[in-house]
């Protein structure tokens, strides 16, 4: 009888236990699911609190990229340096917290690139942040080959060292490649053409390496990213950007 009981009660508490897990994971992804709604919505900051609250990887990542996006596009000059910096530590914890998560990685990368640009070319280079970078971007794309925004953010990358240094010293100082800054960003639009990002990012980055040579086809690309339809906040922002560039081209 008592070995009976015994039993009984492990198995009550193993039923409790894992009534307790169900409740926590549905908790949790309620959670996930409302910082998500927050960041379609456009209260970046807001989903940058909710996500990281979360305290799992996805939710660290997710608040990392909406306080990225929060501290480029919407935060005062001010008070950006500090949340890119804040970014920055959301992005590597994600990705401590789970190594495999390709999004934590890229969000690391991205919100590297902003804190390196907030900070100034001179001091990003001294911290070795280009390096840093590409490492995470590249680390994305092996956990993720179709990684669209992986592909663009690499392309951007390489296009990016290459129009500021020059090809022979974008080369030789960091690896950087017109060469795979075209086929980076030719990727991610083979993959996602109707992604309002993709356009955009596939002109800036052709912008980047030689107004000169690729401006009608950065004409085209802006004029793509115009015109496919807005579907969240981020995307509202990045129209913005397109109407803007697009207008400077054609009236430079």
């Given at each position: ?83 890119l910096e804040r970014a920055v530590e959301l992005a590597r914890t994600a990705v401590r917290f789970d190594s495999g998560n390709a ?23 001294n911290r070795g942040y280009a390096e840093k970078i590409r490492e995470a971007t590249e680390t994305a794309l092996r956990l993720d080959p179709e990684m669209v925004s992986a592909h663009l953010s690499l392309g951007r ?96």
């Amino acid at each position: 009888m008592k070995g009976q009981a015994v039993q009984v009660a492990g198995c009550a508490a193993g039923f409790l236990l894992s009534c307790c897990l169900s409740l926590a994971g549905t908790a949790g992804a309620q959670a996930i699911d409302e910082a998500r709604e927050a960041y379609t919505q456009g209260r970046f900051a807001d989903a940058a609190r909710m996500g990281e609250a979360v305290g799992t990887s996805k939710g660290l990542a997710l608040a990392a990229r909406s306080l990225t996006i929060h501290a480029y596009y919407i935060a005062g000059k001010h008070e950006r340096e500090a949340l890119l910096e804040r970014a920055v530590e959301l992005a590597r914890t994600a990705v401590r917290f789970d190594s495999g998560n390709a999004d934590a990685h890229l969000q690391l990368a991205r919100a590297l690139g902003r804190y390196a640009q907030a900070i100034g070319t001179f001091e990003a280079a001294n911290r070795g942040y280009a390096e840093k970078i590409r490492e995470a971007t590249e680390t994305a794309l092996r956990l993720d080959p179709e990684m669209v925004s992986a592909h663009l953010s690499l392309g951007r990358w390489h296009a990016g060292v290459v129009g500021m240094v020059g090809s022979f010293l974008a080369r030789i100082t960091f690896g950087a490649r017109e060469a795979h800054a075209l086929a980076s960003l030719e990727r991610a639009f083979e993959l996602a053409p109707d992604k309002k990002a993709v356009p955009l990012e596939y002109a800036l980055g052709l912008l980047a390496l030689n107004e000169d040579e690729y401006r009608e086809k950065a004409r085209g690309l802006l004029k793509r990213a115009v015109e496919l339809p807005v579907k969240d906040a981020y995307e509202g922002l990045l129209h913005k950007k397109a109407v803007k560039r697009l207008r400077a081209l054609e009236g430079g």
